[in-house]
């Protein structure tokens, strides 16, 4: 994805983008990208991409996140094909998670609860907002 603002504007708090605009601003990127295949599948795609951006925007292997899906020629070969483009979206989600441990941090919370703050924060986002239902 493209935006007219960088990720260290999102962490500065300069710009107001948020976990829901990303993963809205996600979901057209995937539905673009894959015009041609089934909404349900265009959804799951969606749904491991982000996970992926989730993954490795919070400091985790790229290759224990594969192992996942070791089963799955389909799914090693597609994480392995959409790693380097993704790059930009995990930069972002990174800000944007940043941002929101600061937030509460400058609320007042410890770094570690703050932390898991954002953990349950985004937990609950993700459960409620799904793009590609209404």
């Given at each position: 994805m493209e935006w007219e603002f960088t990720p260290e504007?999102?962490?500065?708090?300069?710009v107001?983008?948020?976990l829901e605009s990303?993963?809205?601003?996600?979901a057209r990127e995937v539905r673009s990208n894959m015009a041609d295949?089934?909404?349900?599948?265009q959804e799951q795609a969606f749904?491991?991409?982000?996970?992926?951006c989730h993954w490795l925007a919070t400091g985790r292997d790229f290759e224990a996140f594969v192992a996942g899906?070791?089963?799955?020629?389909?799914?090693?070969?597609?994480l392995r094909t959409v790693r380097d483009p993704?790059?930009?979206?995990?930069?972002?989600?990174?800000?944007?998670?940043?941002?929101?441990?600061m937030e509460r941090i400058?609320?007042?919370?410890?770094?570690?609860?703050?932390?898991?703050?954002?953990?349950?924060?985004?937990?609950?986002?993700?459960?409620c907002h799904n793009p590609f239902r209404p």
């Open positions: 504007q999102v962490v500065k708090g300069d107001g983008y948020g990303f993963r809205d601003d996600l295949i089934p909404h349900a599948e749904h491991i991409v982000y996970d992926l899906f070791s089963e799955s020629p389909f799914a090693d070969a597609f993704i790059s930009p979206n995990v930069e972002m989600l990174g800000a944007i998670l940043q941002r929101l441990i400058e609320s007042g919370l410890p770094l570690e609860r703050a932390v898991s703050a954002v953990e349950e924060f985004h937990r609950q986002s993700v459960v």
